[in-house]
């Protein structure tokens, strides 16, 4: 679905897996009865954990020196960009935040910020809000104010519905979808 409508449009997808959260993801989809068999040939870079799920581009080792582990990422990621446009999934992103002093935070939230704005991008962040909302160090808020869109998903009766908290987009401001499970 995804993969497919945004291949026509020149995007290709890539997911970044952090502390296994794919694995996490693809278990649950599996569980419910979904065909997880696109993930098994997404590229994927992956940061932390054991469970390989897709195509493997790069194994980034979680480093305690952020330097490090900032080289690794923007060489790979860099290279990524230069095959084209591309949407970004990027999973597990508060696992990272919980694992990690202010300054950590803040500086993951300015790597985030150095791609902002890439036209060659698109990144969806899927964050677990109830993770990092309560964290003494702001991540939440920080990072809704770096993000262009925010769209906080819940489980109703009636499916799932998508709020859009936040948009550069003045028509999706305020929108909420609902999809029906």
Same mark, same amino acid.
């Given at each position: ?5 945004? =291949?026509?449009?020149?995007?290709r997808i ?15 989809? =599996? ?13 994927? $870079? ?14 980034? =080792? ?5 330097? $490090?582990?900032?080289?690794? *990422?923007?060489?790979?990621? #860099? ?7 591309? $949407? ?8 990272? @935040?919980?694992?990690?002093? @202010? ?21 969806? *962040? ?9 964290? =003494?160090?702001?991540?939440?808020p920080l ?10 998903? #819940?489980?109703?009766?009636e499916g ?22």
């Amino acid at each position: 679905m995804l993969s497919s409508g945004q =291949k026509n449009k020149g995007y290709r997808i890539v997911i970044e897996d952090i502390l296994d959260t794919l694995y996490l993801h693809r278990v649950h989809l =599996k569980l419910s009865g979904l065909d997880v068999s696109i993930l098994d040939d997404v590229p994927v $870079i992956k940061e932390g954990g054991h469970q390989n799920i897709g195509k493997i581009i790069k194994y980034i =080792k979680l480093s305690k020196d952020y330097v $490090i582990w900032s080289r690794e *990422y923007n060489e790979v990621f #860099s290279s990524v960009l230069m095959g084209g446009r591309l $949407i970004d999934i990027i999973l597990g992103l508060e696992k990272l @935040f919980l694992l990690s002093n @202010f300054r950590e935070v803040v500086n993951v939230v300015n790597a985030i910020l150095t791609y902002t704005g890439d036209e060659r991008r698109i990144a969806l *962040y899927f964050l677990n809000k109830d993770l990092i909302e309560d964290n =003494k160090h702001f991540v939440l808020p920080l990072v809704e104010e770096i993000a262009t869109t925010v769209v906080r998903v #819940s489980k109703e009766d009636e499916g799932f519905v998508m709020s859009v908290v936040k948009s550069m987009n003045r028509n999706l401001e305020g929108a909420t979808f609902t999809v029906k499970s």
